[in-house]
């Protein structure tokens, strides 16, 4: 049988390549190489699926119990939402090159983590938990759901600077910057929600892993900053009209936050969640 492993591996290079196509889509302005680009993530997200499957019964649980796998996971969650909306707004192909790229990023990141993160060991007793799984999924759709806003306010940046300076420029091939503000905000309207689940329902597992719904770990600490972020997006948003490169700029501020969240308190601020 084909280890989880070595379709991991196989994945980091089909999103090396169609990130490489999605480039030279975008300085070429060739509709073969992005056509080439969306089959290849195609079959990478199908190889994902596969690899994420085999996981699931090499270890024979979900695959959500250590940060090797949880990287995985959201890299199949972000390529789904993108291919998704690529199918929906075939414009927006210009995406595939900050989201195929973190995804490939995502994928090298974590074949580089020490074993132990990627071992296949039996479970903690705080990790033998329903509740557990259910954190882990809805906060990882949520952040599938900021990763992909992340890389729309990008791209909206870029988009509403050339229109407000009203030269023709290869920008002009892409949606408008009000489909761009719009979908940004819809991804993390979709994102926050979920996010929030997982927040409450991590509380209800620590109570039963630790016997209390918050201890102020640095991973919980964080988790309510990100919230707050994204919270304040908005409240600038309904509340006091925000929109445009405002918005944009929240939205990659809160992304980076997440990555933060994610990676730097893993390793900088270990606390309860260490193993994860």
């Known amino acids: 049988m084909v280890s989880s492993f070595f379709l991991f591996d196989i994945l980091f290079w089909i999103y090396l390549v169609a990130a490489f196509c999605y480039i030279f889509y975008v300085a070429l302005k060739n509709d073969v190489i992005g056509n080439l680009a969306f089959i290849l993530t195609v079959i990478g997200w199908l190889v994902n699926t596969a690899a994420l499957g085999v996981r699931t019964m090499e270890t024979g649980r979900a ?7 949880t990287m995985i ?3 199949w969650l972000v390529v789904m939402g993108y291919i998704a909306l690529e199918f929906k707004y075939p414009k927006l192909r210009i995406l595939g090159v900050v989201i ?20 296949i060991e039996p479970l903690v007793p705080a990790l033998q938990s329903h509740w557990l799984v259910l954190h882990v999924i809805t906060t990882f759709v949520g952040y599938a759901g900021f990763a992909i806003a992340f ?8 988009k509403e600077r050339s229109e407000r300076i009203g030269k023709p420029s290869f920008m002009d091939r892409f949606p408008s910057a009000e489909l761009l503000d719009d979908l940004n905000y819809k991804f993390i309207a979709i994102g926050f929600p979920f996010v929030t689940l997982g927040i409450i329902l991590g509380a209800i597992w620590a109570n039963y892993a630790w016997g209390g719904y918050w201890s102020w770990d640095p991973k ?3 988790s309510l900053i990100v919230w707050f972020i994204y919270a304040g997006y908005f409240h600038g948003r309904l509340v006091r009209g925000w929109k445009g490169r405002k918005t944009a700029y929240f939205s990659i501020i809160g992304f980076l936050a997440v990555i933060f969240l994610y990676w730097g308190v893993s390793f900088v601020l270990p606390g309860l969640h260490a193993y994860a």
């Not at 695959?63 to 796998?69: I, K, S, T």
């Not at 995502?106 to 020490?114: H, Q, W, Y």
């Not at 890389?151 to 870029?158: H, N």
């Open 63 to 69: 695959p959500y119990a250590n940060l090797y796998e």
């Open 151 to 158: 890389a729309i306010g990008i791209i909206y940046l870029f």
């Open 220 to 222: 919980e600490t964080w």
């Open 73 to 75: 996971l959201l890299t």
């Open 100 to 119: 195929i790229s973190l995804a490939f990023i995502a994928i090298g990141a974590a074949a580089m983590l020490p074993y132990r993160y990627q071992a």
